[in-house]
């Protein structure tokens, strides 16, 4: 049975608006649903391990709220990357949620497993705001892996739109452009997802389900 590891930050606090966040839990519940059907096995893993901290959480958003009680345990006590070995999973999936911008561009130990991961064979993938972990991704060779790749990401102008720009650390779009990716992106907030062999990416939440699809479709096609 193939397994993706859902990589989760482990940030909680909004720069200094006074808000708490964390991932964005509809990022993860939905796509892992789209895993679990198709025979899947999910885990997780966080940056500092333990209890990974949470956002987005709806009203009236029954799959997230099933996931959260099908999976308290496991999200209660999240492992770190280097308690993890690579050969272990087919996929890592970096979710999204604004604490990302601030823990996973230096979160080397979980970049090192992703590394491992897609050069065992398998899937690396993240969406919105996720791709904030493939920035310090670099593959044996000294190449980044989103370098001359099709990547899609939280944009710029969904940044502004969110009133966050000022929040964040930095603009995730630019750093990929930076790093040699190609950014592919579509209208704000609109579903959007890319597969660049097996490298897989989404623009925003609404994009989530469809790249744990483009995942099981690379996988399938190894």
Same mark, same amino acid.
């Given at each position: 049975?193939?397994?993706?590891?859902?990589?989760?930050?482990?940030?909680?606090?909004?720069?200094?608006?006074? !808000?708490?966040?964390?991932?964005?839990?509809?990022?993860? *519940?939905?796509?892992? $649903?789209?895993?679990?059907?198709?025979?899947?096995?999910?885990?997780?893993?966080?940056?500092?391990?333990?209890? &990974?901290?949470?956002?987005?959480?709806?009203?009236?958003?029954?799959?997230?709220?099933?996931?959260?009680?099908?999976?308290?345990?496991?999200?209660?006590?999240?492992?770190?990357?280097? $308690?993890?070995?690579?050969?272990?999973?087919?996929?890592?999936?970096?979710?999204?949620?604004?604490?990302?911008?601030?823990?996973?561009? $230096?979160?080397? =130990?979980? *970049?090192?497993?992703?590394?491992?991961?897609?050069?065992?064979?398998?899937?690396?993938? &993240? @969406?919105?705001?996720?791709?904030?972990?493939?920035?310090?991704?670099?593959?044996?060779?000294?190449?980044?892996?989103? *370098?001359? !790749?099709?990547?899609?990401?939280?944009?710029?102008?969904?940044?502004?739109?969110?009133?966050?720009?000022?929040?964040?650390?930095? =603009?995730?779009?630019?750093?990929?452009?930076?790093?040699?990716?190609?950014?592919?992106?579509?209208?704000?907030? *609109? &579903?959007?997802?890319?597969?660049?062999?097996?490298?897989?990416?989404?623009?925003?939440?609404?994009?989530?389900?469809?790249?744990?699809?483009? @995942?099981?479709? $690379?996988?399938?096609?190894?």
């Amino acid at each position: 049975m193939p397994t993706v590891l859902f990589a989760l930050t482990s940030h909680d606090t909004l720069g200094d608006t006074g !808000r708490k966040t964390g991932f964005y839990v509809p990022e993860v *519940a939905h796509p892992a $649903q789209v895993f679990t059907a198709a025979g899947w096995k999910v885990a997780f893993v966080s940056v500092k391990g333990g209890a &990974a901290p949470q956002d987005g959480i709806k009203p009236g958003d029954t799959v997230s709220a099933a996931f959260l009680a099908d999976h308290a345990q496991a999200l209660a006590t999240t492992p770190t990357a280097d $308690q993890l070995k690579a050969a272990d999973y087919d996929a890592i999936y970096y979710a999204g949620g604004h604490g990302t911008m601030w823990d996973f561009p $230096q979160a080397t =130990a979980l *970049a090192t497993l992703a590394t491992d991961i897609y050069e065992n064979g398998g899937v690396v993938a &993240a @969406v919105c705001h996720g791709p904030a972990g493939l920035l310090p991704v670099v593959l044996s060779n000294g190449t980044p892996l989103v *370098a001359g !790749r099709k990547v899609s990401t939280f944009t710029n102008e969904e940044e502004e739109a969110a009133g966050l720009t000022e929040t964040v650390p930095f =603009a995730l779009e630019t750093a990929l452009v930076e790093l040699g990716a190609n950014v592919t992106k579509t209208d704000n907030f *609109a &579903a959007h997802a890319v597969a660049d062999g097996r490298l897989v990416t989404g623009q925003n939440p609404a994009s989530a389900a469809r790249v744990a699809e483009l @995942v099981i479709e $690379q996988s399938t096609a190894l």
